[in-house]
Each structure stands twice: as C-alpha cells, then as structure tokens.
C-alpha cells in the first residue's frame, strides 16, 4: 500500500510560480510511475504529467507542455512538479499518484492517490 502527501499549493498571481511536492511511502521499494493530475470546479479529472521510474520517461498534458517539469528523486521517495507561467485556467486541485501499470495517461490506472492540494491562479 503506498501513500501520498500532495503540499505546496497556494494562492499565486497569472504568470507566477508554485512547485508541488508529493511524498511517497509504503510499498515504495518497487518500480511504479508516478503521475499528476488536476480537478477544477465542475470538470473531470484531467492529466497534467507523468514520470517513470527512472524520471528518464516524462508525459505532459498539451495544456501544460512548456510550462511544467516533472522530476522525481528516489533517494527522497519524493516527486516535484515545478509550474510556471501559470494561467487562471490551471486553478484546480492538484492530485499526486502512483501506478505500476504502462498507459499513464489514464486516472483509472492509478490505484493510489494523494488527498490534493488546491492550486489557485488569479489574472
């Protein structure tokens, strides 16, 4: 069973800067993806980014491409999303989560997740 600890969200002005983190624990001893995803109000869950193992395999939203990085350090148990030049269309709560299953892209391949942090980016 692994869980996740989303911080790092906040209030931040369009154009601004947050860096996510997520803290990972428990059955974390194994190969597994780790990704992000996002729920504003009223919408679906959307992807935001993913990360393999070895943090060599990066995925990006299109909505994000350019603007988020992904990284991970295992060492830490630990996963980063820095976010820059944000956009009020990015306001959403952030979830953190963890799979073992290839098509990342997908939140129902996620069996673990985090509690969220919300992200809030005024114009």
């Known amino acids: 069973q692994v869980q996740l600890v989303e911080s790092g969200g906040g209030l931040v002005q369009a154009g601004g800067s947050l860096r996510l983190s997520c803290a990972a624990s428990?059955?974390?001893?194994?190969?597994?993806?780790m990704g992000w995803f996002r729920q504003g109000p009223g919408k679906k869950r959307e992807f935001v980014a993913a990360?393999?193992?070895?943090?060599?395999?990066?995925y990006y939203g299109d909505s994000v491409k350019g603007r988020f990085t992904f990284s991970r350090d295992n060492a830490k148990n630990a996963v980063y999303l820095q976010m820059n030049n944000l956009k009020p269309e990015d306001t959403a709560v952030y979830y953190c989560?963890?799979?073992?299953?290839?098509?990342?892209?997908?939140?129902?391949?996620?069996?673990?997740w985090g509690q969220g942090t919300q992200v809030t980016v005024s114009s």
């Open positions: 989560a963890a799979t073992r299953v290839a098509v990342v892209t997908d939140p129902s391949n996620y069996p673990w």
């Open positions: 428990g059955g974390t001893d194994s190969n597994y993806r």
């Open positions: 990360i393999s193992w070895g943090g060599e395999t990066k």
